[in-house]
């Protein structure tokens, strides 16, 4: 293969997990276990014809659930991916579908900083903070934006990941310095990422787009590490970069949407590069996974269906496609967290096809360096 096309749709889970009890997922509250294909599914805005082609179905009924009988594409291959790494977290994931499985979970903060890491990042970044607590994005905008405006002190919170995320107006703290500001706290916290998420406008405030992730270094080797060493591009598209610290990957861009995302696939796919692209699409998983927005994640996948159907269409007789998620985050759940959750694995001129059973997250980094001979 010259090109493969390595498509995450994040958090589009399939189905609870075998150990989906140990992080909460497998039912509560008289709520069945997560499975964010089955919420989505329910909507009536779902339409995935196209990633039924490619097996979305087949592998989804091996949860026990419903769904209509699809022709599959020819050459089209499905397997049920699951996770090894003690964690449900973005980075753990795209780490583990690289190659690198995490034993350890990353860690997280359930009840909010101590007073002593507080006084730790605040040293850090130069300035007072607020909040120190778990909390949603938008939320901690609206409650603790008027006070940051007023005073210059940062907001920095965490959520059920292992995050630090530190929110700032960017009239009161331009974007640049946010960012070394992320950077200078990178340096005193083991937290999975660091994330700045400026903000702007009146209260209750708009974040934008110019978010960015400064995560920890994969621990060994990635799949991105071996292609780039053997000479491949790696392009990466969205926040690949900032979830693999930059590393291994040769050129890249970010995104401010799923339709951005693919519109700068489209712009990869028309260059004549020899490689990976390598792809996260984040709006499943930000705007309506942890938003339980059933409706609005089945759009998405609609919207991305309708793209992929195009795509296909584009591909060379040298490219292969590889869609498949990190974890969970059911909009159906009651909870607002990422599910512990199988996640399909959608493939197409990979040389193989039909059911390839069920397999570890590392099957994707081994499929996509075989195609390129590529040793492990």
Known sequence: MKRVFFIVADSFG??????AADFGDAGIDGCAAADTLASVASSPRFDARTLAALGLFEVGRLSGKKYPVMKLRPGAAYARLRERSAGKDTVIGHWELCGVVSPKPMRTWENGFSAEEMETFSKAAGRPLLCGKPYSGTEVIRDYGREHVETGALIIYTSADSVVQIAAHESVV????????CEAVRAVTDAGRVIARPFEGEWPYTRTARRHDFALPPPAPTLLDKLSDAGRDVIA????????????????????????????????????????????LVDFDMLYGHRNDI??????????????????????????????????????????????????????GTGVSGDLGGKDFGFVAETILRLFNTEG
Do not use: Q
């Open 14 to 19: 399939c189905g609870a997990a075998p150990d």
């Open 174 to 181: 331009p974007v640049e310095e946010l960012y070394r500001i």
């Open 237 to 280: 598209i969205g926040k690949i970069r900032d979830i693999f610290a930059g590393r291994g990957i040769t050129s890249s861009v970010s995104t401010v949407s799923n339709d951005d995302g693919m519109r700068r696939i489209d712009e990869a796919a028309a260059s004549d590069f020899d490689g990976l692209c390598f792809a996260n």
């Open 295 to 348: 409706d609005g994640y089945a759009r998405a996948i609609s919207e991305f269906d309708r793209w992929l159907c195009g795509f296909i269409g584009r591909m060379r007789p040298t490219d292969a496609l590889v869609v498949t998620a990190d974890h969970g985050c059911d909009p159906g759940y009651p909870t607002t967290d990422h599910t512990r959750e199988y996640v399909p694995y959608l493939a197409l």
